[in-house]
């Protein structure tokens, strides 16, 4: 752990910062204009414009540049589980990814479910310096599901917690997810749901399907994440709060949520980069690498979340980003841990999914993975548009180069993508944090 | 052949060869000397995570048999149970030199992982791998079925032959691996089991499901497999109200024993648990082949063990 004296003394922003002119790049993959920052914040967005003195240039031709990335579904796992990330190191792989702000989730060890332990993970964001982190708390104390963490007190401190999610488990009893619903409305808060009903996954390996029948796996239904979703839409209609559903995964589940922002329920949802390109065939090989929460589904399901992503039933893009130590996922599949890291290739697979085939435009990624996701999270520094003066989280992003993923070049402490080996799209140029680079050409810039 | 994993890695000359194979291993094993040198100088493991005395007993003196040095590791009492990981009992076993290694695990895909971690070289034999498959299981199954229904036949497969498989489909690796050898060799399965204990997506399976026991047997079937209920794996419980509805709608009863076409044919791989799913009565009549299927099960498993490790596997085994 840090000192507060060793915090300070890290933190970049003692020095001043040189102005910045991202040149010749095409904000939201539109017409070409330069970008130029200065002290933190956009001074200026146009044609050919003028460097001020002692600014760099960056050449940014043929790159998008888009708003930095604002992720609502980060496991950095401090404190307790530092073998497989710690805030350091999840924020650099964030910041390798386009990042400039991760949502740190509550199942650490302790658990993220008090005022302290929230101010402490923002603190450690803050020393780090790659990312904005903002701490997610827990719903329940200890995630046991059994009663209400004290929700006001991780609101009301420095950590100025929005998202309050039991990620991992699911806040199944009815009564406790109602209350949580309607306490969060005093403070604006979001109970951000894990939607899995644990009576119908017990041992719950892989998605049920032809692919569990014939693996002899115990099968994850799409039922108990829909039957979830579907009450807590109810329940949040009901009790007029705003709900968020993580890592949607099946066809029915976007259905419900259509319908029920349909209805006029303040319900939001994610997806995450996997969902959105593997399936249950993946499972064949035994790999624990492919083994997540909510398991990988049928072909017929990517293709509903593609589709609910592209019509905005599906709000966000967010990682889960889940990383964990080699031995975890070297054991055979039903003793290994589940999850998948996916900072770091989250941006490349919205490129390879949804923008290669028309789904979305470089602006539809700018709203699904930065400004959505900042207004769900109430970031208030986070997911503004490219405009003079916004603050200065930028990505240039070369969406030219193919390349074969290396989870080695990965800066995440865990080497569990399930994308090794893949030729993904795309190359972080630059990433900008409050007008200073954290990311030059894919490589961490060490301050 | 380079390990014996899934029978959805074999063709159907490949499983015939296999049964040719137990066939002439069958003839030695009525010989005065049933001890034949074929590996003489191998060490075959046996890495049982799960308890399991028979199948580790047959595979025991399968490679006994071949002349084989056998070594048993067995979960309990070893570091496993100490809470060492599979990858490190198989850097182990590579370091001692294992030439085979023949796994037994709860865990679906254990084999397939030994095979293709990396961690040992050695041919790996699957000898049960959570509800997966059992694929020594099945061939002894249909080397038994094959001696009872085509008589005399050694090169073919089971060309119209109908077998129904009955009960804990669910569970059960010997149903899985029965379905695809056996419809591979060209007979034709009926599933029958309570709803509940047939698996989603049994759809995409070879064979046809059915709920009602007797309207199975109405059909004349030329052989019946009843499988063992697994009340040890059932999580979540409730998959039937009680035995006895189970045992009225699924077991093999005298009566329904009786029904059967005069050729038919029972097995059961066993452990059975007598007047639940089998009647004992119908285990120990004439057309129960049950104990038949423990011989086979040597026969096919030095078969097996002889296609990885001879040096001339896949020529005709040698005649000594």
């Known amino acids: ?447 | 052949m380079r390990h014996f994993i899934s029978i959805a890695d074999l063709d159907r000359a490949e499983a015939i060869a296999v049964l040719a194979t137990a066939e002439h291993m069958a003839e030695t094993q009525s010989r005065s000397i049933r001890k034949l040198p074929t590996l003489v100088g191998a060490t075959v493991v046996n890495l049982f995570f799960e308890d399991s005395t028979r199948t580790r007993i047959s595979f025991e003196a399968a490679a006994k048999r071949l002349s084989a040095d056998v070594i048993n590791f067995s979960a309990k009492g070893s570091s496993v149970s100490k809470g060492e990981s599979l990858k490190d009992t198989a850097l182990t076993l590579q370091a001692m030199g294992a030439d085979a290694v023949v796994v037994r695990s709860g865990s679906s895909g254990a084999a397939h992982l030994l095979a293709h971690s990396g961690w040992i070289d050695q041919p790996i034999v699957n000898a049960g791998d959570g509800a997966h498959e059992h694929p020594t299981q099945a061939m002894l199954d249909a080397f038994t079925l094959r001696r009872h229904l085509r008589p005399g036949d050694r090169t073919g497969g089971l060309d119209g032959i109908h077998v129904v498989i009955v009960g804990d489909v669910l569970h059960s690796r010997v149903a899985r691996s029965n379905v695809l050898l056996l419809t591979l060799l060209g007979a034709r399965v009926t599933l029958v089991a309570p709803p509940a204990l047939v698996p989603v997506g049994v759809s995409a399976w070879p064979c046809e499901i059915l709920y009602d026991l007797d309207e199975a047997l109405a059909t004349g079937p030329d052989a019946v497999m009843m499988l063992r209920v697994q009340r040890e794996r059932m999580v979540g419980g409730g998959f039937f109200p009680t035995e006895g509805e189970y045992s009225r709608r699924y077991g093999l009863t005298t009566v329904r024993a009786a029904s059967l076409p005069a050729h038919s044919i029972v097995l059961h791989p066993g452990p059975m648990i007598r007047g639940f799913e089998i009647a004992g009565d119908v285990a120990d009549s004439p057309r129960s082949v049950i104990v038949e299927q423990v011989a086979s099960g040597v026969f096919v498993r030095m078969a097996v063990l002889y296609h990885l490790l001879a040096t001339d596997a896949w020529e005709a085994p040698r005649e000594n």
């Open chain 1, 1 to 447: 752990m840090r000192t507060e004296t060793a915090a300070s003394s890290a933190n970049p922003a003692a020095s001043p910062i040189s102005p910045l002119l991202i040149r010749g790049g095409r904000p939201y993959g539109e017409d070409v204009r330069d970008v130029l920052l200065v002290d933190g914040t956009i001074e200026a967005i146009g044609a050919d414009l003028h460097a001020p003195e002692g600014a760099e240039i960056i050449d940014a031709s043929g790159c998008i540049v888009l708003p930095g990335l604002v992720d609502l579904h980060t496991h950095l796992r401090e404190p307790g589980g530092e073998e497989a990330e710690t805030v350091e190191s999840g924020t650099r792989a964030a910041a390798r990814g386009g990042f400039t702000a991760v949502h740190a989730m509550a199942n650490t060890t302790p658990v993220a479910d008090t005022a302290g332990v929230v101010e402490q993970v923002a603190r450690s964001g803050d020393s780090a310096g790659w990312c904005a982190v903002r701490p997610v708390g827990a719903v329940t104390v200890g995630l046991a599901g059994e009663r209400l963490a004290e929700l006001d007190a991780m609101a009301n401190s420095r950590a100025k917690v929005r998202v309050f999610s039991d990620d991992g488990k699911c806040v199944h009893d009815p009564v406790l997810m109602r209350r949580a619903l309607e306490y969060v409305k005093s403070f604006d808060g979001v109970i951000a749901q894990h939607a899995q009903d644990p009576r119908l996954t017990e041992g719950a390996q892989m998605h049920e399907g032809v692919v569990s029948a014939e693996l002899g796996l115990a099968g994850w239904p799409a039922v108990a994440e829909e039957s979830i979703i579907a009450r807590d839409v109810l329940l949040a209609q009901h009790v007029g709060s705003r709900l968020h559903v993580c890592h949607l995964s099946t066809a029915g589940s976007v259905d419900i949520v259509r319908w029920a922002k349909q209805r006029g329920v303040a319900v939001t949802a994610e997806v995450t980069p996997h969902h959105l390109l593997l399936t249950d065939e993946n499972v064949r090989q035994f790999d624990a690498v492919f083994k997540v929460n909510p398991p990988l589904r049928t072909a017929e399901d990517v293709e509903a979340v593609r589709e609910g992503l592209a019509d905005g039933t599906i709000d966000i893009v967010a990682t889960d980003h889940a990383p964990h130590p080699r031995d975890a996922k070297d054991r055979e599949w039903d003793q290994a841990a589940m999850g998948m890291t996916g900072l770091e290739t989250a941006l490349s697979l919205v490129q390879r999914t949804m923008v290669e085939d028309g789904r979305l435009s470089w602006r539809d990624v700018a709203r699904v993975m930065s400004q959505k996701p900042a207004e769900i999270g109430r970031d208030e520094d986070q997911g503004h548009p490219l405009e003079p003066g916004a603050p200065a989280h930028v990505l240039v992003w070369d969406p030219r180069p193919q390349r074969v993923t290396d989870p080695g070049e990965h800066a995440s402490r865990s080497r569990n993508s399930p994308f090794a080996g893949l030729e993904l799209p795309g190359t972080n140029r630059l990433t900008v944090l409050a007008g200073r680079p954290t990311v030059r050409d894919g490589a961490v810039v060490e301050h």
